[in-house]
């Protein structure tokens, strides 16, 4: 049976937006901490964690959310869910970036992506990370979402991997598109919606519009300086 291919094209949508000029990509480009950091589990204090974690919904939308925050052994829940989202810090595939998931992705994209890091924990190569998850879906451990649904990621603190090298990227909703390709969309990065990660958890990717990111820069210039300082992108 072919291998489902999960490999993630977060570095391309960093590089397709910058190619269009993308300001929030480029405002931490070049810096020698990136490669320092790049690829390693970064941890943070609780305290951040949680405020961090949140701040990849709309503000409406966080005092209702389920919080987990990773520790030493993997991921724990620091609060219960009073609407349908969950959100955490996720170390996919070395990147480092708070995500929110709706009920269907919690269920289902989630338990994938808190494994990515425990894997990494317990000092697993990248390359054997996204095989065990790639065999995973193909056995039916994991799940693609059954219905369409949304997970956020509006937090200007979203960083990527760029070139071996962490860098910040732009804010963007993200829609259950199991195995959608660009091709059934018309998707082409840096120029319109596209698909990331085309397979089993697929998503169809919008970047979040000009005057929002900037509206979110502003709102959390603090928490923004105080993540890049914890995980040493700002002396």
Known sequence: MKRIQIAGLA?????????????DAQEHKGHDAHSEIAG?????????????????????????????????KGYVKVKDATNPYTCIVSRRGGNFYPVCFDEEGSRTI?????????LRLNGES???VERILSDGFQSGKYRPPSR????????PATYMMNGGKLARTVAHYMFYAPYLTDSDIGGVMGKSPFVDRPGPHGMIIVPAGAKERETAIAQSQALLDEVEKAIGLKP
């Not at 570095?11 to 300001?23: E, H, N, T």
């Not at 989630?110 to 425990?118: C, H, P, S, T």
């Not at 369409?148 to 937090?155: F, Q, T, V």
């Open 11 to 23: 570095g391309l949508f960093l590089l397709a937006l910058s190619a269009s000029g993308q300001q």
């Open 110 to 118: 989630l338990v994938a992506f808190m494994d990515d890091a425990m």
């Open 40 to 72: 390693k589990i970064l941890m943070l204090p609780r305290d951040l964690e949680i405020r961090l974690a949140v701040n990849a919904l709309p503000a409406h939308l966080r005092d209702g959310a389920g919080i987990w925050v990773l520790g030493e």
């Open 148 to 155: 369409p649904g949304i997970a956020y990621m509006l937090s």
């Open 126 to 128: 990248p390359e054997r």
